[in-house]
């Protein structure tokens, strides 16, 4: 079932810890199927590293995803440590997707978590 205008995608990428590289591959996954699926954007769940693993997925995912913004197939990406009502991409960001308003970790610094702009 394709999704509302503006709605926002979670997804935990790191659950069962995988490389850097099935990573990833999980995020160009999401990325196209929610671009199918009408979402406007997709919160990718990577952890920040407490168990010395998740540090390398959150890295790698944020360099693939400047990759994609600089080929211009992503809109942009915003770091959850980032992700706040006084971050002006942020700002840009719930202009395309309401939904980001509502999220849990508007405002928390969170940096195990990445929002990507479709």
Known sequence: MPAEPGKLREVNIKLDMPTASDAI????YN???????GFT???II???GS???G?????ETRRYLQQQ???????????GEAFSIFNE?????FLVCDDLRRDRDLDRSNNGVTIVIL
Not at 31 to 37: A, D, M, Q, T, V
């Open 55 to 59: 540090g390398r997925i959150r890295t």
């Open 89 to 93: 991409a942020t700002r840009a960001a």
């Open 69 to 79: 913004k600089d080929k211009r197939l992503i809109k942009d990406f915003i770091p």
């Open 51 to 53: 168990t010395g693993k």
């Open 31 to 37: 990325i196209r199927s929610g671009k199918e699926l």
């Open 46 to 48: 990577h952890g920040y």
């Open 25 to 28: 591959k999980r995020v160009t």
């Open 41 to 43: 954007a997709v919160k």
